[in-house]
């Protein structure tokens, strides 16, 4: 059972994942610090405060779900342009190693026996 349980805990999956989920975790924070310290103060003096909790109907608290949602789309936003940079840097990247020629495979032993038996062939 033990050994069953660490072939599972160190399968590539596994590991994968969990480095994902950590990986996660922390742009996630990231993000949020981005929107909250610095979008969303830039948007209040702008506009006046961001804060739309205390607006109600009745008893329902829709200002809470505007807030939630203005974060929503900000994170969403941040994330965005996050990702397009990474991926415009990523392409670059691969640009360059495109760009540089591969050297020509050397043949091997037999390529080269088969390219002499070939030959002979060809001369008779």
């Given at each position: 059972m033990l050994q069953e349980f660490k072939d599972f805990a160190l399968?590539?999956?596994?590991l994968d994942l969990a480095v994902?989920?950590?990986m996660g975790g922390a742009f996630g924070k990231i993000i949020t610090s981005l929107v909250e310290d610095v979008l969303?103060?830039?948007?209040?003096m702008i506009f006046g405060s961001p804060d739309f909790s205390?607006?109600?109907?009745?008893?329902?608290?829709i200002g809470n779900f505007i807030n939630a949602a203005v974060s929503f789309l900000f994170i969403a936003l941040a994330l965005f342009v996050f990702i397009k940079a990474i991926n415009t840097?990523?392409?670059a990247a691969s640009t360059k190693q495109a760009e540089?020629?591969?050297a020509a495979?050397?043949?091997?032993?037999s390529e080269l026996l088969?390219?002499?038996i070939r030959d002979q062939l060809a001369r008779r």
């Open positions: 399968k590539g999956n596994v994902g989920v950590i969303l103060p830039i948007v209040g205390a607006i109600h109907l009745g008893a329902i608290k840097a990523m392409k540089a020629p591969a495979p050397v043949p091997t032993t088969l390219g002499e």
